[in-house]
């Protein structure tokens, strides 16, 4: 390689790296810049109120010899409920079939070696659930009563929750992004340093919703007395996450 060439590569080098490194001091800076000192908190809020809705889970369960009697015993029976459900003020839009099943049903008898026999089909079950929701509270027992005489043999869930809560949500809401401030200026405080402005602030998760509150299984000898139910109160619970600058 001639001497002329050798210099004139050493030259552009020379000419390239300091352009490069100011082409990176820009990016540097910027990503400097955008480390700005932050504290994150999650803040948690809670509001009760008084249920003014609740919601049923109730079944008919019939068996017989032959799918064709398990299924028209168990129509009998559900027809018959919603009958009464609908003549008790129940709207249809608060009415929805939830599950419906048929199931053959088998005997596992022994031999009298001990050796299991083949099994043995000795008749059909057919289960109809019905979501029910109740906007009278005050017509709830009554209407667990008369299910249970007409025909309505399993399920008994019963959710209490609310047709409007957004006014509770808001609360918590409002109790969450509290708590968060008040965890952000114990850190910052603890940290002997300043709390700065909101930088971000997000709700976690779904629409809350009540968890159900009663259990009770539905059997035949309950229709024997009134059924007493108490409603309680439906929490609704928020998460929020909140970023807070550092003041500088």
């Known amino acids: 390689m001639s001497l002329s060439r050798t210099k004139s590569l050493a030259a552009g080098l020379m ?9 990176q001091l820009p990016v540097a ?18 509001a009760s109120i008084a249920p ?7 079944s008919v369960v019939k068996q ?10 168990n129509n009998k029976a559900m027809s018959d409920v919603l009958g009464a459900l609908k003549t008790g003020g129940i709207a249809e839009r608060d009415l929805q079939t939830s599950g ?8 596992f008898p022994q031999g009298t070696d001990g050796q299991q026999l083949p099994p043995e089909l000795i008749g059909y079950q057919v289960s109809n659930s019905l979501t029910v929701r109740v906007r009278d509270l005050s017509k709830l027992g009554a209407i667990i009563d008369q299910s249970v005489t007409l025909g309505i043999n399993q399920g008994g869930d019963i959710q209490f929750t609310n047709d409007k809560p957004e006014a509770a949500m808001e609360e918590a809401r409002k109790s969450a992004v509290a708590d968060a401030m008040a965890r952000a200026k114990t850190l910052a405080a603890a940290a002997g340093i300043k709390l700065g402005s909101v930088i971000e602030i997000s709700e976690n998760g779904p629409r809350p919703q009540p968890v159900p509150v009663m259990r009770a299984a539905m059997m035949k000898s309950a229709a024997d007395s009134a059924v007493p139910i108490q409603g309680g ?10 970023t807070f600058a550092i003041a500088q």
């Not at 000192?37 to 999650?42: E, G, L, N, R, Y």
Request: proline residues 3%; aromatic residues 6%.
């Open 52 to 58: 003014d809705m609740a919601v049923l889970n109730l």
């Open 233 to 242: 109160e439906t929490s609704y619970n928020i998460t929020v996450n909140v």
């Open 64 to 73: 017989a010899k032959t799918a064709r009697e398990a299924l028209d015993a």
């Open 29 to 46: 800076a910027a990503e400097t810049a955008q480390r700005q000192a932050i504290i994150s908190v999650i803040g948690e809020g809670q």
């Open 15 to 23: 000419l390239s790296v300091p352009f490069a490194i100011a082409m």
């Open 100 to 107: 419906f099943n048929v199931q053959p049903q088998y005997r």
